[in-house]
């Protein structure tokens, strides 16, 4: 090629950037979908908002990306959420923290699955349907607890640190042999009918609320007991591969989960509604608003208290790596938020 033929090549080039009418290939194409496995309850509301209002949809378009679907799917075991992620089958999951820690845990080196952020603070309670347990020490042999996933879940967790809290050091494992994991509203059924094996499920809202309704349901004990106030109930994770490969469509799953933290604060009872009609739940709206309301909820992508679960799972085996700092567990897109 004649250093003539060569220059005006370049000055094409140069032309046709400037007019925006060549773009490079397929270098920095990003996936035109994206998938969310989530699991069921208030935790995950800004996942249900971001359904209904199409709000990755919206930020993928500001971020340049025309032709992106979101797709949700409800899974009610957050191992499976996991497994989901692992397997190709889903490029998000969304569960409780301690699922999201043993994934981080278990994956360091390998698919590397970490945080984009946290998504809420809430209660979680124990709820039972025998009057005579008051306490962890009512339990038998005979009664069966359910949790979302055994040794695994929230719930599970948390059963463990009250466990230790009650029995002493070295006795967190010693409720587990009751634990059945249920998806929720099978463990809500299963409580209220009472008669089946489960007497007692460790559930989040609104199913417990929904059990408390009935008048031969009580609480036993809520999360925050253990934990000693507030902390954050579940997060959102994803691989350093789609992160990485996917950089402005990741940015807009965070601004869309952003955009539906302040749509909640904001419009509560919205929020409720949409919550009733994609989940069907049978709870009122009234109820649904003052759960989503709740002075003790909090919706938020800064996580809060996250390191007294990555101390307790690292001190009992459940991890094999102990965290430093929260921003261990999270990709570098919230380092500068405040969380704890």
Same mark, same amino acid.
């Given at each position: 090629?004649?250093?003539?033929?060569?220059?005006?090549?370049?000055?094409?080039?140069?032309?046709?950037?400037?007019?925006?009418?060549?773009?490079?290939?397929?270098?920095?194409?990003?996936?035109?979908?994206?998938?969310?496995?989530?699991?069921?309850?208030?935790?995950?509301?800004?996942?249900?908002?971001?359904?209904?209002?199409?709000?990755?949809?919206?930020?993928?378009?500001?971020?340049?990306?025309?032709?992106?679907?979101?797709?949700?799917?409800?899974?009610?075991?957050?191992?499976?959420?996991?497994?989901?992620?692992?397997?190709?089958?889903?490029?998000?999951?969304?569960?409780?923290?301690?699922?999201?820690?043993?994934?981080?845990?278990?994956?360091?080196?390998?698919?590397?699955?970490?945080?984009?952020?946290?998504?809420?603070?809430?209660?979680?309670?124990?709820?039972?349907? *025998?009057?005579?347990?008051?306490? %962890?020490?009512?339990? +038998?042999?005979?009664?069966? /607890?359910?949790? !979302?996933? $055994? #040794?695994?879940?929230?719930?599970?967790?948390?059963?463990?640190?009250?466990?230790?809290?009650?029995?002493?050091?070295?006795?967190?494992?010693?409720?587990?042999?009751?634990?059945?994991?249920?998806?929720?509203?099978?463990?809500?059924?299963?409580?209220?009918?009472?008669?089946?094996?489960?007497?007692?499920?460790?559930?989040?809202?609104?199913?417990?609320?929904?059990?408390?309704?009935?008048?031969?349901?009580?609480?036993?004990?809520?999360?925050?007991?253990?934990?000693?106030?507030?902390?954050?109930?579940?997060?959102?994770?994803?691989?350093?591969?789609?992160?990485?490969?996917?950089?402005?469509?990741?940015?807009?799953?965070?601004?869309?989960?952003?955009?539906?933290?302040?749509?909640?604060?904001?419009?509560?009872?919205?929020?409720?509604?949409?919550?009733? *009609?994609?989940?069907?739940?049978? %709870?009122?709206?009234? +109820?649904?608003?003052?759960? /989503?309301?709740? !002075?003790? $909820? #909090?919706?938020?992508?800064?996580?809060?208290?996250?390191?007294?679960?990555?101390?307790?799972?690292?001190?009992?085996?459940?991890?094999?790596?102990?965290?430093?700092?929260?921003?261990?567990?999270?990709?570098?897109?919230?380092?500068?938020?405040?969380?704890?």
């Amino acid at each position: 090629m004649t250093t003539a033929r060569f220059a005006g090549r370049r000055l094409l080039l140069g032309a046709l950037l400037a007019a925006g009418l060549f773009r490079p290939a397929a270098a920095h194409a990003e996936a035109t979908e994206v998938r969310f496995a989530r699991n069921l309850g208030l935790g995950y509301l800004q996942l249900y908002v971001m359904q209904d209002k199409g709000l990755v949809e919206k930020h993928a378009r500001a971020a340049g990306l025309d032709d992106v679907k979101a797709s949700y799917t409800a899974i009610g075991n957050p191992s499976t959420i996991t497994e989901s992620l692992l397997s190709g089958n889903a490029d998000f999951g969304a569960a409780g923290v301690p699922p999201f820690i043993i994934a981080w845990d278990k994956t360091r080196g390998n698919a590397d699955l970490r945080g984009l952020a946290a998504l809420n603070a809430q209660p979680a309670y124990l709820n039972t349907n *025998r009057p005579e347990i008051r306490s %962890l020490k009512d339990f +038998t042999e005979k009664d069966r /607890i359910v949790v !979302p996933s $055994v #040794r695994a879940s929230y719930q599970a967790i948390v059963l463990q640190m009250a466990a230790e809290q009650t029995f002493g050091p070295g006795e967190h494992a010693r409720l587990d042999p009751l634990t059945v994991s249920l998806a929720h509203p099978d463990g809500t059924a299963a409580l209220l009918s009472g008669k089946t094996e489960i007497t007692a499920h460790f559930t989040s809202p609104p199913f417990q609320d929904l059990q408390l309704k009935d008048p031969k349901i009580h609480k036993v004990l809520s999360s925050y007991d253990v934990l000693g106030g507030a902390g954050t109930f579940s997060a959102i994770w994803t691989s350093a591969k789609f992160h990485d490969a996917n950089p402005r469509l990741t940015r807009a799953v965070l601004a869309a989960l952003d955009e539906a933290v302040g749509f909640i604060r904001a419009k509560p009872r919205e929020a409720a509604e949409i919550y009733i *009609r994609l989940d069907n739940s049978k %709870l009122d709206l009234d +109820t649904v608003e003052r759960l /989503i309301a709740d !002075p003790e $909820v #909090r919706y938020a992508s800064e996580p809060l208290g996250i390191q007294k679960f990555t101390d307790f799972m690292a001190r009992i085996g459940s991890i094999r790596n102990r965290p430093a700092r929260w921003q261990e567990l999270f990709f570098a897109d919230i380092h500068d938020r405040a969380g704890s």
